[in-house]
Every structure is written in structure tokens, then in C-alpha cells.
């Protein structure tokens, strides 16, 4: 069992920035890739950015060049730090990891990831 907790969530001004961090316990050895996901209000979750065991990057074109996902392994911890925010990434923001997928490929889809956090709410203000 994989335990995930996110923080760093908040209100920031369009064109601020965050970063959230997911702080992961457990059986952590079995993970092989984390990503971030995040949902916004009446909308399905969708991919932010991914990163594997052996960090390889992956974004969401409407992130990419503003956001960067990064891992410490020395604390179990994975980074999404969010550049020129924008109203419409308002959003509860997810940490999720997975048991599949490969070193070179994370899981694309929710439902290959195993483990969520229970999110953490971003709000964009104009």
C-alpha cells in the first residue's frame, strides 16, 4: 500500500505561480511512475505531467514550457512547480502513482495509476 499526500495548493493571481509537492509513503519501492492529474470544476480529470523511475518527463501540451514535475527520492517527494497560471487551471490538483506502465513511459490514462492523494485545490484569480 502507497500512501500520497499533496500540499502547496492555494490562491495565486493569473500569471503567479505554485508549486505543490506530494509527499509519498508506504511500499514506495513498487512504484514506478507518479504523475499529477488535476480536475476542474464540472470537467473529467485529465493528465498534468508525469515523471518515471527513471525520469522521463511527460506534459500535457497546455502545460508544457510552464510547468515542470521533478522527484527527490531522498524524501520521496515529487514536485510540480506551476509557472504563468491561468484562470482556467483552477482546479483540484492530484498526486497519483503507479505499479505499471514502463521506466521510459508513464500511464497516460487514470486508470493505470494505483494510488491518489486526496488533491489539493489551486484557484486562479484574473
Known amino acids: 500500500q502507497v500512501h500520497l499526500v499533496e500540499s502547496g495548493g492555494g490562491l495565486v493571481q493569473a500569471g503567479g505561480f505554485l508549486r505543490l509537492s506530494c509527499a509519498a509513503s508506504?511500499?514506495?519501492?513498487?512504484?514506478?511512475?507518479m504523475a499529477w492529474f488535476r480536475q476542474p470544476p464540472g470537467k473529467q480529470r485529465e493528465l498534468v505531467a508525469s515523471i518515471t523511475s527513471i525520469a522521463n518527463t511527460d506534459y500535457a501540451d497546455s502545460v508544457r514550457g510552464r510547468f515542470t514535475i521533478s522527484r527527490d527520492n531522498a524524501r520521496n517527494t515529487v514536485y510540480l512547480l506551476m509557472n504563468y497560471l491561468k484562470t482556467e487551471e483552477t482546479a483540484v490538483y492530484y498526486c497519483?502513482?503507479?505499479?505499471?506502465?514502463?521506466?521510459?513511459?508513464?500511464?497516460?490514462?487514470?486508470?493505470?495509476?494505483?494510488?491518489w492523494g486526496r488533491g489539493t485545490q489551486v484557484t486562479v484569480s484574473s
Open positions: 497519483a502513482a503507479s505499479e505499471g506502465g514502463s521506466a521510459y513511459q508513464a500511464p497516460t490514462d487514470p486508470s493505470g495509476y494505483d494510488y
Open positions: 508506504g511500499n514506495i519501492n513498487s512504484i514506478n511512475s
